[in-house]
């Protein structure tokens, strides 16, 4: 009998809560930004909450694969963050049990959501794209909720234009209303205008029902008898009037077969016959085409008798010099000879378009087919594949709820997503292999999956914030300010007398350094990389300063601690060469762009270094001064 240990059922229920609640969270995102997509086609139409219901639902069954991945991301880092910002990872591990036995629960349920996932697309999924296809169909072919706007033109009647000035929407009344009735075409337009009218819809739907008062019809009657001068329009003023317009507004579902060829709609099966039957097609097609055109005007015997095309063939046929023949030719042939070519030419050019057309629509459908049979197995891989970079890289992370865990789930998927989206659109088009173009996501994600895996089971620093912070620091030149306060306890008083000393030889050698070094110069771009990888003498002056900083810290004096907050934090490395290797750094001064960077990089932080000297000189002047005071030293 299988039997669960009740840590695995802790890791289990941890997970699946979480997953429940951002599987939902995440669906409702993707309906939300699908629905966004389509609200133009739904707004204006009058449609029943029925037909509303039934949009939502199929999206949402066609959005659930979709949904699983980023579901299980999010889910796995928030779960393993937890644990590891609980000390629950670290007292797991420190029982003995390593991250792969912790995650194994996780991965039989994972896996069990893969094959979740691939049953939808398999078979749910095609179901529910055909009803939803159909019925975004029915609704783009559905008029518009009758809503007449005032002082603009309405034109979502068919076949009419109408305007009203100011509408009463207690009684129904409309005023100044000016009707263009184009059903017969523009030339042919009815005009009615009336101080006021009242519209109905008829209770089919099918009509609307308009009764205009104290009014004028103007039409014009050019196309009922065309030899008419004397009367070209006919005008007609009235009290009332009523008009009948037809006017379709109830909503009718098109048929299920519409859907019948989309890639979407089909099971594996299904996809794997129609590509079958597709290629079989394209093949026939493709003979017939190289039977056409070999048997057409791409034959030397083209348009030929029997006799000529024997001629024609004969081993011992005349050879003619058709350039010749062409310049003993009179102006009429040449015309005659060249226009017929320029026709028979633009035949064939357009012939030969319409059958690339044809072969190139067929090969798009077998790729379409063939990207969607791939597509159902990638996107419930993918559910495996983002578990294996989520749960380890939540517990490197050690950052539980929904404030790191969601940026980063949103950066890997947006990552993932760009990749899928760009190989998704290759193979769509061609220029790569269907399965390359489908399968480059989970080739990508793969190696970092099983990276993210090995660190985290080894234990090992991947993602340390402070190092990469450092770096960044270092690389873009941004060094942190002093913060020295007063101790409430001093062990060791600072020795003045030879503080006092140090100070005046730091001064002296600050202020060698920068007129030996010409740090405000340009420096000499070849010598610069030819040159020492280390300064040795910058080092030693930022080490003595440290030691004098260190020393004089304890002090009682609060203005003296306040002086040493006026000393630079010196890089000691950062206005030399960037490599610690000779051969680097003279590979980077021959590529001159790379070169040109560091140079100018380094020419910066020489002249920041020149300003610290002099700052260093002037604080060692004033802290000089405060001892020799000797005030509450």
Request: proline share 3%.
């Amino acid at each position: 009998m299988l039997r669960i240990k009740k840590l695995d059922r802790f890791i289990i229920k941890s997970f699946l809560l979480l997953f429940l609640g951002t599987f939902f969270i995440c669906l409702f995102i993707f309906m939300m930004q699908f629905l966004w997509s389509y609200v133009n086609v739904l707004v204006g139409k009058g449609l029943d909450m029925t037909v509303m219901g039934q949009f939502f639902f199929y999206s949402a069954l066609s959005l659930v694969p979709v949904s699983l991945p980023l579901a299980v991301l999010l889910a796995s880092l928030i779960t393993f963050g937890n644990f590891g910002e609980r000390y629950e990872l670290l007292a797991m591990k420190a029982a003995g049990i390593p991250l792969i036995k912790i995650m194994r629960p996780l991965i039989v349920l994972v896996c069990i959501i893969c094959g979740i996932s691939f049953y939808f697309q398999n078979v749910i999924g095609p179901i529910a794209q055909q009803k939803l296809g159909t019925l975004i169909i029915s609704v783009k072919q559905k008029s518009p909720e009758l809503d007449i706007p005032e002082g603009v033109f309405y034109d979502e009647i068919p076949g009419y234009n109408i305007k009203v000035a100011k509408k009463d929407r207690k009684s129904g009344m409309l005023h100044d209303v000016l009707i263009y009735d184009l059903k017969e075409g523009p030339e042919n337009a009815r005009i009615i205008f009336a101080d006021s009218g009242r519209m109905e819809m008829t209770a089919d739907k099918q009509h609307l029902n308009l009764y205009l008062y104290d009014g004028e019809l103007f039409e014009n009657l050019k196309s009922q008898n065309m030899k008419s001068k004397n009367v070209p329009y006919r005008r007609e003023s009235f009290t009332d009037k009523f008009v009948i317009i037809e006017f379709d507004s109830d909503f009718n579902m098109a048929d299920a077969s519409i859907m019948s060829n989309a890639a979407t709609t089909k099971s594996m099966g299904v996809l794997r016959s129609s590509v079958d039957s597709m290629n079989v097609v394209g093949d026939s097609i493709g003979r017939r085409y190289y039977t056409d055109l070999k048997n057409s005007a791409y034959s030397l015997s083209y348009r030929l008798s029997a006799q000529d095309s024997a001629k024609l063939y004969a081993p011992t046929r005349i050879r003619y010099n058709i350039d010749s023949i062409f310049e003993a030719s009179t102006l009429n042939q040449k015309q005659k000879a060249m226009s017929t070519v320029a026709s028979r030419s633009e035949g064939m050019a357009s012939d030969l378009k319409f059958k690339t057309y044809t072969m190139d629509g067929n090969d798009y459908q077998i790729r379409r087919h063939n990207i969607e049979w791939h597509k159902k197995i990638t996107i419930s891989l993918s559910c495996l594949l983002f578990f294996f970079i989520g749960a380890p890289l939540g517990g490197i992370i050690r950052k539980g709820g929904l404030g790191m865990p969601v940026i980063v789930s949103v950066l890997l998927f947006i990552f993932y997503y760009v990749i899928d989206t760009s190989g998704f659109k290759m193979a769509r088009d061609g220029r790569w292999i269907v399965w390359m173009g489908v399968w480059m996501s989970s080739f990508v994600l793969l190696p970092l999956g099983v990276f993210l895996t090995y660190k985290s089971n080894k234990d090992s620093v991947v993602l340390n914030v402070d190092v990469i912070m450092g770096w960044i620091k270092r690389v873009l030149g941004i060094r942190g300010v002093r913060h020295i306060a007063k101790k409430e306890v001093i062990i060791h008083d600072p020795n003045y007398p030879d503080i006092s000393v140090r100070l005046a030889r730091l001064t002296d050698e600050c202020r060698d350094y920068a007129q030996r070094n010409r740090l405000k110069k340009a420096p000499n771009y070849f010598k610069l990389w030819m040159g020492n990888v280390d300064d040795t003498e910058i080092r030693d002056i930022q080490q003595r300063l440290e030691e004098l900083v260190d020393e004089l810290s304890n002090s009682r004096s609060a203005s003296l601690l306040n002086l040493l907050n006026n000393y630079p934090i010196i890089p000691p490395n950062a206005h030399t060469t960037p490599f610690h290797i000779y051969w680097l750094n003279v590979l980077s001064g021959l590529f001159v762009p790379l070169g040109l960077f560091f140079y100018i990089r380094i020419w910066i932080f020489r002249i920041r270094l020149s300003k610290d000297m002099e700052r260093i000189i002037k604080t060692n002047g004033e802290v000089l001064s405060v001892i020799e005071q000797g005030e509450n030293l």
